[in-house]
């Protein structure tokens, strides 16, 4: 089914209140945190695809996210880089949307009122981004977690967690307006990101995503075996 910029695959599920998390390549993936930790949480939820752009080509410059060939039982396939949507049934009384965005390169404001307007329809409660970023923080002390969030019952919920108040300010990406747009349709907003040490870059970090799940494990209380996660952490 086309709706908007996306294919939704049929038939479309009837979502609970559903919470939609977001990554956003690369601009906030440092260490590739926010996609280890949605691989994680969706081989747990035992997420299943919902959508995904129907002509990507529209948002993203394919010479700077490059197509990728293989072969499957013989035949040469080529996929494109999209933005991946899908869906999962949560612990409680929140289903799960995860929502796999790309910094885009074209036509930033279509692109963000197509994620939005996808939110709605869905009729998504809260939008949260999730990630990483460098930052001058030592590898020796607990990994800083910044963030905040529109409905203050869960603003006191993450600090309680250890989570700090965002005092960035300077240039960002487009898609940081998903959560101005959404703010505005009712949506509650929020965002964890996770502060790695600049002098410490590696292509994956599982001390980011050990970090990031720990904190969704007791904010949306369920239980997840971390011990795989916490030995590669370490």
Known sequence: MKFGA????????KLRKPH???????????G???RLTFRSLERHFQAQDLAKLGRPGIFFDFTRYRPTIYTIEGQRQV???TVHVRFAQGPGDNDFIFLHQLEPHLNGEGYVHSIVKL?????????????AMYDLVPHTRPILVTGSATDQDTLQQVKSLGVHSSSYEGPT????????????????????IAHLPQ??????????????LELLCKLY??????????IRAR
């Open 6 to 13: 996306f294919e939704i695959e049929e038939p479309i599920p």
């Open 20 to 30: 939609a998390f977001a990554t956003l390549r690369p601009w906030v993936d440092v």
């Open 32 to 34: 590739s945190v926010g």
């Open 79 to 81: 996929t494109v880089p």
């Open 119 to 131: 939110l709605k329809k869905f009729g998504v409660m809260r939008y949260c981004l999730v990630g």
């Open 173 to 192: 990406s487009i898609a940081s307006l998903v959560s101005q747009e959404a703010t505005k349709l009712g949506m509650e907003t929020m965002g964890l």
């Open 199 to 212: 002098y410490a870059q590696m292509d994956v970090d599982h001390a980011g995503r050990l970090r990031l």
């Open 221 to 230: 209380d369920f239980d997840m075996d971390l011990e795989r996660v916490q």
